[in-house]
T-cell receptor, first 111, second 114 residues
Framework: SQKIEQNSEALNIQEGKTATLTCNYTNYSPAYLQWYRQDPGRGPVFLLLIRENEKEKRKERLKVTFDTTLKQSLFHITASQPADSATYLCALGENNNDMRFGAGTRLTVKP | ETGVTQTPRHLVMGMTNKKSLKCEQHLGHNAMYWYKQSAKKPLELMFVYSLEERVENNSVPSRFSPECPNSSHLFLHLHTLQPEDSALYLC?????????????FGPGTRLTVL
């Protein structure tokens, strides 16, 4: 069966450290993978997109890697801040109409 | 603001009620989506409309009925719901074909079925 697994339900780190979140998938052949941020009481907000033929993408303090052999994406937040505390969702897309989400990892950055 | 609005933000209804959720996007997108988000579960894709035509219906019970009168508006009609239908219902829109389906979400409607 198809699965999207985000490594842990919750991750706590100290301010200034790098947060690394993992997204693993099985029985998918995604054309692209996206990461979203969701704050309590709000809808998810798009952060980054990476396509199947790309290894790495960066945006400010964010970095995403995509390994189609390992069937894994890593999402890094460098120099983390308390304001980065939120739930982060990965999503896989095999075509333009359909995208499947993981359950999310709740990140807490402590001062 | 993301350019996607949803009303109402909160809804409490009995199992015999009929209600509707409304979504409006101001982004000029050509696709709209309904998702269900339950606690500690992944977002579940319920319905997809692309160019105002329904292109996906993921085995959603018939007590949920979508309607897309134009590319900017999307409704979810609810009737005879069950308590397990209580969840956050999210609407999203995207421009299919332009970018790999980057989706813009509304704030959601928190639904409680008594």
């Amino acid at each position: 069966s198809q699965k999207i697994e985000q490594n842990s339900e919750a991750l706590n780190i100290q301010e200034g450290k790098t947060a690394t979140l993992t997204c693993n998938y099985t029985n998918y052949s995604p054309a692209y993978l996206q990461w979203y941020r969701q704050d309590p009481g709000r809808g998810p907000v798009f952060l980054l997109l990476i396509r199947e033929n790309e290894k790495e993408k960066r945006k400010e303090r964010l970095k995403v890697t995509f390994d189609t052999t390992l069937k894994q994406s890593l999402f890094h937040i460098t120099a983390s801040q308390p304001a980065d505390s939120a739930t982060y969702l990965c999503a896989l897309g095999e075509n333009n109409n359909d995208m499947r989400f993981g359950a999310g990892t709740r990140l807490t950055v402590k001062p | 603001e993301t350019g996607v609005t949803q009303t109402p933000r909160h809804l409490v209804m009995g199992m015999t009620n009929k209600k509707s959720l409304k979504c409006e996007q101001h982004l000029g997108h050509n696709a709209m989506y309904w998702y269900k988000q339950s606690a500690k579960k992944p977002l579940e894709l319920m319905f997809v409309y692309s160019l105002e035509e329904r292109v996906e219906n993921n085995s959603v019970p018939s007590r949920f009925s979508p309607e897309c009168p134009n590319s900017s508006h999307l409704f979810l009609h609810l009737h005879t719901l069950q308590p397990e239908d209580s969840a956050l219902y999210l609407c999203a829109s995207s421009q299919v074909g332009l970018r790999a389906n980057e989706q813009f979400f509304g704030p959601g409607t928190r639904l409680t079925v008594l």
